[in-house]
């Protein structure tokens, strides 16, 4: 199995902070959504749409290609619509590979 730990050690990335909404429920015949979950402090690296290739760009669906504004990478496993925050920046997950099993790690398109 690929290990990537190192590449995701205190020397390579930044520390983000991931937000997902959490389980909402029908209370009295209405939608109550839940409180948002916060993870401070996941490491990831966070980089540039232009490090994609042109073919991987083109791949991607309309709708995210026209949206995507970075690349994320992380130990940590996000989904898409989860949320980055990134110091001032905040960014929404569009799309993400799950190699959590195989690598121990997650790469996402963020908009």
Known sequence: ??????????????????????EG??????????????????????????????EEFRDLPEGTRNE???????????EPDDRIIDGDDRYRVLSGDDWQKLGGYTSAILG
């Open 68 to 78: 995507a504004k970075a690349i994320i990478w992380t130990s940590y496993p996000i």
């Open 25 to 54: 429920a029908y209370v009295n015949g209405k939608w109550v959504p839940g409180t948002p979950v916060i993870t401070p402090n996941v490491p990831a690296s966070i980089q540039p749409m232009s490090l994609i290739s042109r």
């Open 1 to 22: 199995m690929l290990d990537m730990s190192d590449a995701f050690d205190s020397n390579t990335t930044d520390l983000v902070t991931h937000e997902r909404d959490g």
